[in-house]
């Protein structure tokens, strides 16, 4: 008798499990160091054409800008676990958030492109850390039983700044200077450490840890190869000798590295956690979810610039409310899966990013920016159903020892996957605009009665703008070329947004096989929580 009611009070209390006013405190000091590095990569996409001006850079040269950035952060995230294991993740959370101030104030005093590319690189090293670091703390401070809540809430901050960010870079430039792109997350970044050292508490430090510096300098291999491929092959050819050999090295560098990893204790990436079934299926279903999302994220605003001609500003407010809905959705999602469950809300909600994302193949130079703005809408309700539940599924399976390394393996992986997903998009996009432009000019026949209506009425446009008529004459086959150039491209990127559904309608099989061991998972979990609960007693009887 007395060893059930022994078990039947920490039930009791895991039901009664609440969010203290000391973790609702932490949740926000986690958030402002997400939003503030989040929000730092969506400033700097709309800029990039100001900073071409500014130094007289070319693309190729001022693209260092972002993939310097994304290089370093890809580089350490793999160390985030460790780190935080072996320091606490208080003191690695704040220092990295210090990193990144420091690398943001050198960025906002950068004198010329090269100097901007360094200390972006500088800036990367600490915001590499934030999100992995800040997702493994919310762990370790919150109980699982309201983690869905507590990491929904703490979405809202990876959704808002993308929101925020094309209109305040647009409104920053336009009125201000682009060094406040980089000096706008001072104030956010001192208020985070502030909170910081008052709020946080240390975590336990695991003391004996060595530093896996084979694995480390492995991992750096691998990542920054494959993400240099993937951004550069694009524009260097993707058969080019140059791109090739990175995917060669990066290829051989991850079989030594699954193969060194194998045989350590402490792991830098503990290829291990994937014998975890649930944590496998939801990080590659989230992974496809990534592939998925550029689709819109990064389709739409080349659309909205290159063929209806808006700013870069006016883009942003068009894509807003879609970062706002996803940002809405994420705290009532965390409450929704801890009634329902990951499958459900799962599957709706990729079936309706992968639906919204295909209605978007009926895009045309005519369409309205209201009827984008309106399936966006719908397909942010889609990625806020889905995106945190099945990034927190496979982690909610782990015991709080391996949540930092899973977290790091978790968010390589992620970024991986995003930048394929861009690599390939921007592939199929440009391959279908060309085909679709040989196809057009081929179907051009200058002896037709259209074509001289055509070259007419553009004759008589710049005639009456004051144009001679020898100029205007020859300006009917340069206008004719770009209406072509604009309608190819706009169906190659109806065309590719089709392509970027499927990755979602997979993820769905992905969420579904989750589902077949829910029962030995239920009894894993009750098994772990017993096991728990028989730890806690022996702790107060000592």
Known sequence: MATAAATAAPAEEKQEEKITGYQWLALVVLILGTFLAILDNSLMNVAIPKLMSVFGSTSTEIEWVVTGYMLASAVVV??????????????????????????????????????????RIIQGLGGGFIMPVGMAMLYQIMPRS????????????????????????????????????FYINVPIGILA???????????????????????????????ATL????????????????????????????????????????????????????????????????????GGIYMMPIFMQNVIGLTPMETGLVMMPQSIAMAVMMPVTGKLVTKFGVVPLGVIGLLIIGLTTMELHALSQLTSTHWISGILIIRGIGIGLCMMPLSSAGMNTLPNHMIGRASSVSNVIRNVMASLGIAMLTSMMNNQ??????????????????????????????????????????????????????????????????????????????????????????EAAAEA?????????????M
């Open 146 to 181: 309201k983690i869905q809540v507590a990491m929904g809430i703490w979405g809202i901050a990876a959704m808002a700044a993308p929101a925020m960010g094309p209109t305040l870079s647009g409104y920053l430039v336009d009125n201000f200077s682009w060094r406040y792109l």
């Open 433 to 522: 605009s060309t085909k679709y432009g040989a196809v057009f000019n081929e179907d051009i026949s200058t002896n037709s009665p259209a074509y001289a209506d055509f070259s007419t009425n553009v004759v008589h446009r710049y005639l009456e703008l004051g144009t001679d008529s020898g100029s205007a004459a020859s300006s009917v086959v340069g206008v004719l070329f770009g209406l072509v150039q604009k309608e190819a491209l706009t169906r190659a990127i109806a065309d590719t947004l089709v392509i970027s559904a499927f990755p979602a309608f997979i993820s769905i099989v992905l969420v579904i096989l989750m589902r077949q061991r829910k029962k030995k998972k239920a």
């Open 529 to 541: 929580g017993a096991n728990a609960d028989s730890q806690h007693h022996v702790m107060i009887e």
């Open 193 to 223: 450490v502030v909170l910081g050292f008052i709020i946080l508490k240390e975590t336990p430090k695991r003391e004996g840890l060595k530093f896996d510096f084979t694995g480390s300098i492995l991992s750096m291999i691998v990542f």
């Open 78 to 119: 793999p160390m985030g676990g460790f780190l935080s294991d072996r320091f606490g993740y208080k003191t690695t959370f704040l220092s990295t958030v210090i990193a990144f101030i420091i690398g943001s104030i050198l960025c906002g005093v950068a004198w010329s492109d090269t100097s901007l590319i360094v200390f």
């Open 227 to 294: 993400l240099l491929a993937l951004t550069d092959g694009q524009s260097d050819g993707w058969t080019s000798l140059y791109i090739v050999s990175l995917f060669f090295i990066s290829f051989f560098s991850f079989v030594l590295l699954i193969w060194v990893e194998l045989g350590k204790d402490n792991p830098i990436l503990d290829f291990r956690l994937f014998k975890n079934r649930i944590f496998t299926l939801s990080l590659a279903a989230s992974s496809f979810v990534m592939i998925s999302m550029q």
